[in-house]
């Protein structure tokens, strides 16, 4: 118990990651401390919170239900909310910036946005993985640029009218036929290993 409330608030704070991922290693997890899964379930469950929370209460509550204002992928141009995927990529783009120790993206098999086309291996195993197996996570181990990662992949799930609107009616859509609860993508984290 003492070990996740130290993870939970350590993980809130982007400053602190750096000095979690320090026991991503093998030995960890075997000596009973963090282990790199357990990390990475931990910043999944912060992000899963905080995209549910916009995409439900801001996003389909303001456009959907309420209709007082829209959300476009032109957000800005248009003075409108950035869509739910659009905040997601600002804050990992914002993580990245402070070189936080780790990584995370929103990605797709498809993807109305080409930049959010898996590109490593592990990416598409892991995206094929969690379409085809609803519920669960895909974790493996990659190299990239000669440096060891752990990298995890989490399921997307359309959760609000407005996801599957947007994605189905989309011109550059590759895929119609969303429904609440599909996959729609996945939350790929990948942690430096020691």
């Given at each position: ?22 026991g991503c290693s ?27 929370v916009y995409t ?86 990659e190299e990239l ?50």
């Open positions: 118990m003492k070990n996740k409330a130290v993870l939970m608030g350590a993980v809130l704070s982007v400053g602190s990651v750096g000095a979690i991922l320090g093998e030995t960890t997890a075997k000596s009973g401390g963090l282990n790199p899964q357990s990390v990475a379930d931990s910043i999944h469950a912060v992000l899963e919170s905080d995209r549910t439900k209460f801001v996003v389909n509550r303001l456009v959907k239900e309420e209709k007082v204002i829209k959300a476009s992928e032109h957000w800005k141009d248009d003075k409108a909310l950035p869509l739910p995927a659009q905040m997601f990529r600002m804050g990992a783009e914002a993580v990245a910036e402070k070189n936080a120790g780790f990584s995370y993206s929103l990605l797709s098999l498809w993807p109305i946005n080409k930049q959010n086309e898996p590109k490593t291996e592990a990416e598409k195993s892991g995206l094929k993985f969690i379409a085809e197996n609803p519920g669960q996570n895909f974790y493996t181990e640029g000669g440096k060891k990662y752990y990298t995890a992949v989490y399921p997307d799930m359309a959760i609000a009218p407005a996801c599957v609107e947007c994605h189905n009616d989309h011109k550059d859509t590759p895929k119609s036929d969303f429904k609440i609860g599909d996959v729609m993508g996945g939350v790929v984290i990948r942690l430096p290993m020691s």
